[in-house]
């Protein structure tokens, strides 16, 4: 499998010839080259993590391709045929095999609603937990880590990148950091793969990563 960095928080896995989006959002540069795409996960409705722009493009582009989300993604998202999933739910489609975890987005604070949001374990090797700490409390071969949010400070990040594990983790959600910001986030989650005898790829969009 091979994973590309988009820009933010979103991601594409190629397989065997087939694509895996995930939270193509409005800090991701449109989506314009997706053919051969079977499915799209989103983690949660916030526009950081899709829109109806990027979505529309992939569609029109692949009539066939599955859409999972948890039960406010379907809300938010009620044009499209998104189909919706629940922690525990494992599903297959094409060569990938996804499974989902946890439930709820982090607390950002105590006067924002807090939605729903799910991680996802692709082919037992990669795993996102979207906007949460939540733990797949399986082994992670490769861990996207969220490097900067309004949810989260970096000592919450090291914390669950050590306990997760991962052999290999890259930054994501880091659009929201400056320059300066992504070096300092990149030598903290260095340092937090690295007590689990891990290793820490700083990715920049466009780069890529084959597990």
């Given at each position: 499998m091979r994973l590309t960095k988009l820009e933010h928080a979103a991601f594409v896995v190629e397989h065997s010839g087939d694509k895996l989006?995930?939270?193509?959002?409005?800090?991701?540069?449109?989506?314009?080259?997706?053919?051969?795409?079977?499915?799209?996960?989103?983690?949660?409705?916030?526009?950081?993590?899709?829109?109806?722009?990027?979505?529309?493009?992939?569609?029109?582009?692949?009539?066939?391709v599955r859409i999972f989300g948890p039960a406010g993604v379907a809300a938010a998202a009620a044009g499209f045929p998104v189909e919706t999933v629940e922690a525990g739910d494992s599903v297959e489609v094409g060569p990938f095999e996804l499974r989902f975890f946890g439930?709820?987005?982090?607390?950002?604070?105590?006067?924002?609603?807090?939605?729903?949001?799910?991680?996802?374990?692709?082919?037992?090797?990669?795993?996102?937990?979207?906007?949460?700490?939540?733990?797949?409390?399986?082994?992670?071969?490769v861990l996207a880590a969220p490097a900067g949010a309004p949810w989260m400070k970096i000592s919450e990040a090291m914390d669950y990148v050590v306990e997760v594990a991962p052999k290999r983790a890259?930054?994501?959600?880091e659009m929201v950091l400056s320059r300066a910001g992504k070096v300092l986030s990149d030598v903290r989650l260095t340092w937090a793969v690295e007590q689990g005898g891990g290793e820490y790829l700083p990715l920049e969009p466009g780069d890529t990563l084959d597990f």
């Open positions: 989006y995930v939270d193509p959002g409005k800090f991701t540069t449109p989506i314009t080259e997706s053919a051969g795409t079977v499915a799209v996960v989103i983690t949660h409705q916030h526009d950081d993590h899709w829109t109806p722009d990027q979505l529309t493009r992939i569609v029109e582009a692949n009539a066939e439930g709820r987005h982090a607390v950002i604070h105590p006067s924002i609603p807090v939605i729903d949001n799910l991680g996802v374990l692709v082919n037992d090797a990669l795993y996102y937990g979207g906007d949460s700490f939540t733990l797949p409390g399986v082994p992670v071969e890259f930054p994501t959600h």
